[in-house]
């Protein structure tokens, strides 16, 4: 082709008749023009045209100029195309992904003067990507931004060449991404591609770890065959760190500090001592670096309250906060916290004086006056004045004073001692007491309320009245058998009940009577007389009576019934146990009477008279035990029921002999020898008077004894004086007397020697 060349500038300049040492062209370097993707050109006396496996297309520009037109341009075959030579300085290549091509290319330039030059471009086919690249965060690891700043190095390349600074068009880079807990990066996840600005990330979330890992691309496109070394993490933080004041630890002086987590506020009583530290808790996903403490040591009465820095969980003062007596509240303060991007985040704490004790407390009894049990009290804590600690409840004291209850009134108080409630009552309270209350209120620093008013009286009564005890009276036509009132049948009567009851501690202030069906019913406290308004024949079961104290509490019931009675009592008259005799009895007769009312009131009582008269309910001798008859008696007799039923008349006539006196006494009577003492066994039928006369030839004076015989038989001992002889008889003579009856008996007594 080159001699083509050759022979065609020959013929021009034969043409035109000019010698080739008078060419005029001007040589200008080559240039090389693409703007296809994945293709790229140098410029410089022998450009370069690199392209990778994609299609593409290169315009091949000729830049020479000559004073002998025109020229004459051959460009060379590329890519398969190799157009004729021409007037035209520019031509544009073309080729697809599969044409291949390379080396050095040459273009040929005449002019019509036969002037020639050459231009030489290199072609090469570049389809390996760079080496080397890397990526690393700038600064960091901590961001207190929503940006992570990224250095890259693109690496190098052997033939089309690398950028020297990341391109974002055609360079890769994948992120990863984990979240950020108190400056520790979590578990990262999977790689995802990013698209970055040539400075780094805009699109990061606050609370996260990222980790970035690059691909360079070289001019052509290739990009490197593998990532890069990941880059360190980055933590991202925007928000600053979390504070929240959290309760003071109380170092002395705990009754006059308070804690008030509502109001992030720390009260003390300037009237007393004592001294706490400041605690906080602080968070941040980059990491706590540090929670800074006020320092209120200037503040009057805070002396050496410095507060400090505190660089390790959990945070609180290094110093301790402590006051004195009539310090100055230091107000609001701050509570700092720094994580390690060095950015802040703070709560406000106060630090106030309370010293105005609370008001308007008060323990008034609910109900009352009167309590069966415990005292129910409703409790008022009171109020403190604002802004202050508040009310502290367990501080608060109950106080209380007692007096004896009587009959409900109240006594002498004793002077008020505190006393601890159960719930919202007192139930240590005892019965028959009464009580007043009062209250105190402190405040949740110490300030102490002055005393309220004492309360109204409570008055106690556990204990029930006593079961009324009924007492009947005022009987007409009718009849009492214990809690039984017994009525004729069909006839009017009345009888009056009164009840009694006691109860020492509250009174009794009613009775209850019941309402009986035909009495009519009249009377007012304890009493109620009832009238019969039409005859009854049935009885009324049990009848209730109970009585009520002011405490309201009710007796046992007492009972009583009305029961109708028309039928008479039995009666019979036994002699010793038995049937009466009509002939006399040798001894004392006992006359007992025998009377029965199964079916009614009961025999009420039973009347009996010896002068022949009719007994009556209320004539005669009325009979409790039996009756001895030691003579001649005439008895009429009849038993009476409750409700006045009278027992047909019985008549009896008993005769007895014990009126007469019979005495035995032994006829001789042996003393034993060295006995002292004459025993004899003595009967009589009457207790006797005895004179016992012992006479015989030794005696110069008869012995005389004296005493009284009772009825039946006795050992009678007679004492002997040590001077009488034994060995020897004498007589006792016997003188028993009863009455105006004389009995006379002799033994005959012998004494052994």
Wanted: hydrophobic share 35%; with cysteine; proline share 7%.
């Amino acid at each position: 082709m080159k001699l083509r060349v050759a022979l065609i500038a020959l013929v021009v300049a034969l043409a035109t008749g000019v010698a080739s040492s008078q060419a005029t062209i001007t040589s200008s370097p080559l240039t090389l023009s693409t703007s296809s993707a994945n293709t790229f050109v140098t410029s410089g006396s022998t450009p370069n045209l690199y392209y990778s496996a994609s299609a593409g297309s290169v315009t091949v520009d000729v830049n020479d100029t000559t004073d002998t037109a025109p020229l004459t341009v051959d460009f060379p075959d590329l890519f398969g195309d190799d157009p004729a030579p021409g007037s035209s300085t520019s031509h544009v290549y073309s080729w697809t992904s599969g044409d291949t091509d390379s080396g050095t290319k040459t273009v040929a330039v005449t002019d019509a003067g036969a002037d020639s030059k050459s231009h030489d471009f290199v072609v090469t086919r570049d389809t390996t990507g760079p080496t080397g690249q890397t990526v690393t965060l700038s600064g960091g690891p901590n961001y207190a931004t929503l940006f992570v700043p990224l250095v890259f190095n693109t690496g190098s390349d052997s033939e089309s060449g690398v950028s020297s600074s990341f391109d974002p068009t055609v360079d890769q880079v994948q992120r990863a991404s984990a979240p950020l807990t108190a400056g520790t990066c979590g578990t990262f996840g999977s790689y995802a591609p990013v698209a970055l600005t040539t400075n780094g990330d805009l699109t990061v979330v606050g609370g996260n770890c990222y980790r970035y890992q690059y691909k360079s691309a070289d001019h052509v496109g290739n990009l490197a065959a593998s990532w890069s070394a990941p880059t360190a993490d980055a933590k991202v933080s925007t928000l600053g760190p979390t504070v929240v004041d959290t309760a003071p630890t109380e170092v002395s002086g705990a009754g006059d500090q308070y804690w008030d987590q509502a109001s992030d506020t720390i009260f003390f009583r300037p009237a007393a001592t004592g001294s706490f530290t400041l605690n906080a808790t602080a968070s941040d996903p980059a990491g706590v670096s540090n929670v800074a403490f006020p320092d209120v040591s200037a503040v009057t009465g805070w002396n050496g309250s410095t507060g400090g820095t505190d660089s390790s969980s959990p945070y609180s003062s290094p110093a301790v906060y402590r006051w004195t007596a009539n310090a100055t509240a230091p107000g609001p303060k701050q509570v700092i916290a720094t994580n390690t991007g060095a950015v802040t985040g703070f709560d406000t704490i106060t630090i106030a004086a309370d010293s105005s004790p609370p008001a308007g407390q008060s323990a008034i009894p609910t109900g009352g006056p009167w309590f069966t049990s415990s005292v129910a009290l409703t409790v008022s804590p009171g109020t403190d004045p604002v802004p202050g600690s508040g009310v502290d409840p367990a501080r608060s004291v109950i106080e209380r004073a007692s007096a004896p209850l009587s009959n409900g009134v109240c006594g002498t108080y004793s002077t008020f001692a505190p006393v601890t409630l159960t719930g919202s009552g007192d139930s240590s309270v005892q019965s028959g007491t009464c009580y007043r209350y009062q209250a105190k209120a402190t405040d949740n620093v110490g300030n102490v309320s002055a005393t309220s008013a004492p309360s109204a009286d409570a008055k106690v009564d556990k204990t029930v009245p006593t079961t009324p005890a009924l007492i009947f009276s005022g009987l007409t036509n009718m009849a009492v058998a214990g809690s039984i009132v017994y009525f004729h049948p069909g006839s009017s009567g009345s009888f009056t009940v009164s009840a009694a009851s006691a109860d020492p501690e509250s009174g009794i202030s009613a009775y209850s009577f019941p309402s009986i069906p035909g009495f009519a019913a009249a009377g007012a406290g304890p009493n109620r007389t009832y009238s019969a308004t039409k005859a009854g024949t049935d009885p009324t079961g049990q009848l209730t009576v109970t009585s009520t104290d002011a405490a309201g509490l009710t007796s046992g019931v007492a009972t009583f019934s009305l029961v109708p009675d028309g039928s008479a009592p039995t009666l019979s008259i036994r002699c010793d146990n038995a049937p009466c005799k009509s002939t006399p009895y040798k001894n004392t007769v006992m006359v007992t009477f025998r009377s029965a009312d199964t079916s009614g009131s009961g025999v009420g009582t039973i009347r009996w008279t010896t002068d022949g008269s009719e007994p009556r309910i209320n004539h005669g001798f009325e009979y409790v035990r039996g009756i001895p008859v030691q003579g001649l008696a005439r008895l009429r007799v009849r038993a009476f029921d409750r409700a006045g039923n009278g027992s047909p008349l019985l008549g009896v006539t008993v005769r007895s002999l014990a009126t007469r006196l019979f005495v035995a006494t032994p006829g001789s009577v042996m003393v034993k020898a060295k006995s002292r003492t004459v025993e004899a066994r003595v009967a009589a039928t009457r207790r006797s008077l005895v004179t016992a006369r012992m006479s015989g030839k030794s005696l110069k004076k008869a012995l005389t004894w004296h005493f009284v015989l009772a009825r039946g038989t006795s050992v009678v001992k007679l004492q002997l004086p040590k001077t009488i002889k034994r060995g020897t008889s004498y007589r006792l003579v016997w003188t028993i007397t009863a009455d105006s009856r004389r009995v006379l008996k002799s033994t005959r007594v012998t004494l052994r020697k």
